[in-house]
């Protein structure tokens, strides 16, 4: 069993910054891409930034420049550091991580529980 823990979200004024934490525990052979999505109210969820197992990286056309996505293989985990909040950045933000469970068995991905990022103008 896999479990995801995300962590970091709350409320900040516009132009300011928050980091999520997303750590994964618990059967784990090999961890491959991480990612972070979101959901705004009303609409679909979708790609915020997502990192390989190599390091690289790619972002939505929106978070360019004002996101970082990172990750820490010694522990697991994913951050997301957010700069220049905008209200439209407001959402629930979703860890997604693909993992390998078992040497020879395929990757699952895993969601995080969500965690709720609202920026105020």
């Known amino acids: 069993q896999v479990q995801l823990v995300e962590s970091g979200g709350g409320l900040v004024q516009a132009g300011g910054s928050l980091k999520l934490s997303c750590a994964a525990s618990?059967?784990?052979?090999?961890?491959?891409?991480m990612g972070w999505y979101r959901r705004a109210p009303g609409k679909q969820r979708d790609l915020v930034a997502h990192?390989?197992?190599?390091?690289?990286?790619n972002y939505e056309d929106s978070v360019k420049g004002r996101f970082t996505i990172s990750r820490d293989n010694a522990k697991n985990t994913v951050y997301l550091q957010m700069n220049s909040l905008k209200p439209e950045d407001t959402a629930v933000y979703y860890c997604?991580?693909?993992?390998?469970?078992?040497?020879?068995?395929?990757?699952?991905?895993?969601w995080g529980q969500g965690t709720q990022v609202t920026v105020s103008s």
């Open positions: 997604k991580v693909t993992i390998q469970t078992r040497q020879w068995q395929r990757e699952s991905d895993y």
């Open positions: 990192i390989n197992k190599s390091g690289a990286t």
């Open positions: 618990g059967s784990i052979f090999s961890i491959n891409t």
